[in-house]
């Protein structure tokens, strides 16, 4: 009885691992815009959906990192859905107070740039599976927003 168990877990178990699910990539990290307190940037995603029906979206969490330090992080609860059988773009916005960019001064008066370590977690509902996520991760350089980008 006990190898029969085994052999359902094994069977099961190789099962789900072979299912399809969704694949992601980071395709862009750009400036949005500026505000009072803080300075917004946009991470644009493309996410595949494999399936003949929309996958709901559960959350996105981030971690943006500049000089090895969190610069920004959150989450942002239900952001939608994934087409079915399709392509999706989805853009996070990442918002970073004024008063992190002074503290990395020494980066940016090099360049006037951020260089940046994007983390991101895409947390879908699969059927059967239940909540699955897709981590993400990108480097890259940021620039920072000039007086004619605020005017």
Known sequence: MSQLLDKAKNFVAEKVANI??????INDVDFK??????????????VTNPYGH??????????????????????????????ASDTTLLEVPVKVAHSILVSLAKDVCADWDIDYELDLGLIIDLPIIGNFTIPLSTKGEVKLPTLSDMF
């Open 33 to 46: 815009r500026v505000s009072r307190d803080s300075v917004e940037y946009l991470a644009k995603v493309s």
């Open 20 to 25: 399809k699910k969704p694949e992601a990539s």
């Open 54 to 83: 929309p996958i709901p979206i559960c959350e996105i969490s981030y971690t943006l990192k500049s000089a090895g330090r969190v610069i920004a992080s959150g989450t942002i609860p239900d952001p939608g859905s994934l087409k």
